[in-house]
């Protein structure tokens, strides 16, 4: 069965300590890896997509990687404004289905 | 970006009525878009997903007679809360996948609260 698991559930950072989301996936082929931003009562935020083991992106203080069975979120120097929840969802490739499988989300707190 | 935009962003309703949630792509056009339902402090689950021109795929569990989903342009799709009762109070998100484009990413509207009073 497909599957998502991110890690930690919660984190809380100093303003400028640097850190890491988990996202741990098991799909039989992997479309596309994708991170998003979700703040409170809002819809989630496009950030990141990844398609193969190896690939990079990087957007201010985020940088997403993938191996072939989890990516990981890096935030360096993060600042107040980074708090949000993180959620990560993978793309199983499948004949005629585009469905995306999301993980529970990592929710960042930065203080200052 | 892409550009989701969903309305209204909240909505109070009674219980027994309907409510319609609209769901537009403003820059790209959209053959699959997803419906979700987010509860507090959890992930989004999935309801349904709706291909232009063709019937809604709901998922396991969700009631395809209470929430209608329509696709009817490449630009739009609508959710419709039947008969709505206070279990139905939630946070709807719906996303819109671009027909054309490198990437296969999914862009989210804003959100709609509903709360059935």
């Known amino acids: 069965e497909d599957q998502v698991t991110q890690s930690p559930e919660a984190l809380r950072l100093q303003e400028g300590e640097s850190s890491s989301l988990n996202c741990s996936y098991t799909v039989s082929g992997l479309r596309g890896l994708f991170w998003y931003r979700q703040d409170p009562g809002k819809g989630p935020e496009f950030l990141f997509t990844l398609y193969s083991a190896g690939e990079e992106k990087e957007k201010e203080r985020l940088k997403a990687t993938l191996t072939k069975k989890e990516s990981f979120l890096h935030i360096t120097a993060p600042k107040p404004e980074d708090s949000a929840t993180y959620l990560c969802?993978?793309?199983?490739?499948?004949?005629?289905?585009?469905?995306?499988?999301f993980g529970t989300g990592t929710r960042l707190k930065v203080l200052a | 970006g892409a550009v989701v935009s969903q309305h209204p962003s909240w909505v109070i309703c009674k219980s027994g009525t309907s409510v319609k949630i609209e769901c537009r792509s403003l820059?790209?056009?959209?053959?699959?878009m997803f419906w979700y339902r987010q509860f507090p402090k959890q992930s989004l689950m999935l309801m349904a997903t709706?291909?232009?021109?063709?019937?809604?795929?709901?998922e396991q569990g969700v009631e395809k007679d209470k929430f209608l989903i329509n696709h009817a342009s490449l630009t739009l799709s609508t959710l419709t809360v039947t008969s709505a009762h206070p279990e139905d109070s939630s946070f709807y998100i719906c996303?819109?996948?671009?027909?054309?484009?490198?990437?296969?990413?999914?862009?989210f509207g804003q959100g709609t609260r509903l709360t059935v009073v």
């Open positions: 820059d790209f056009q959209a053959t699959t």
């Open positions: 996303s819109a996948r671009a027909t054309q484009g490198a990437g296969t990413e999914a862009f």
């Open positions: 969802a993978v793309q199983e490739i499948s004949p005629g289905t585009y469905k995306y499988i």
């Open positions: 709706s291909n232009e021109g063709s019937k809604a795929t709901y």
